[in-house]
Structure formats: C-alpha cells, structure tokens
C-alpha cells in the first residue's frame, strides 16, 4: 500500500505564489509516476501536471503550464506543484496521486493512489 499526504494549502492573494507537498509512505518503491489534480466547488476534478518519478519526465496541462511546475525529490518521496500568479480560479482542492505506471499521465483512472487533499483558495 502506498499513503500520500498533501501540505502547504491555504489563503493567498491574487498574485501570489504558493508550494505545495506531497509525501509518500509505505511502498514507495511501487510509484510510477506522480500527479497533482485539482477540484473546483462544483467542478469535475482536473488533471494539472505530472512527472515520471524515475526517468523525471512531466506532462503539463497546457493551460497551466506557464504557471504551474511540479518537481520531485525521490530522496524523500515527496513531490511538489509550485504555483505562481494565482488567480481567484485557481481556488480548489488540490489532491496529489500516485500511479505504477508512466502511462496516460493527464487520465485520473490511472492512479491508484490518492491523498486527502489540501485547499488552495486565491481570494484578496
């Protein structure tokens, strides 16, 4: 089994820049790959950004990709989204997953594992 354990959520204003992380435990040796979604009150949950956890490769959604950028640190398993210029439609949950697999990074279904979530809300 794998745990995943979101942090760094909160109130910021428009404009400002936030980190989140994401920290894995238990099978750690299991993860593929890593993704950060996202969930609007009311909204279907959004894929955000991706990285291969071995070969460091990322898939952006490319609405985000200029503001958005994930990194990893196997060291610690643990695996970032920082986040720059927010805006007020950036308010969400922001969940980080888990997959075996590079494959079909953007599609939920291929993650198995999920953390909580951390709240994300953009407000002046």
């Known amino acids: 089994q794998l745990q995943l354990a979101e942090s760094g959520g909160g109130l910021v204003q428009p404009g400002d820049s936030l980190t989140l992380s994401c920290v894995a435990s238990?099978?750690?040796?299991?993860?593929?790959?890593m993704g950060w979604f996202r969930q609007a009150p009311g909204k279907e949950r959004e894929f955000v950004v991706a990285?291969?956890?071995?070969?460091?490769?990322?898939y952006d959604k490319d609405s985000m990709k200029e503001r958005f950028a994930i990194s990893r640190d196997n060291a610690k398993s643990t695996v970032y989204l920082r986040m720059n210029s927010l805006k007020p439609e950036d308010t969400a949950v922001y969940f980080c997953?888990?997959?075996?697999?590079?494959?079909?990074?953007?599609?939920?279904?291929?993650?198995?594992?999920w953390g909580q979530g951390t709240q994300v809300t953009v407000s002046s």
């Open positions: 997953a888990a997959a075996v697999a590079w494959s079909r990074p953007h599609a939920a279904a291929s993650y198995a594992y």
């Open positions: 238990g099978r750690t040796s299991s993860i593929g790959a």
């Open positions: 990285i291969s956890w071995r070969g460091g490769s990322t």
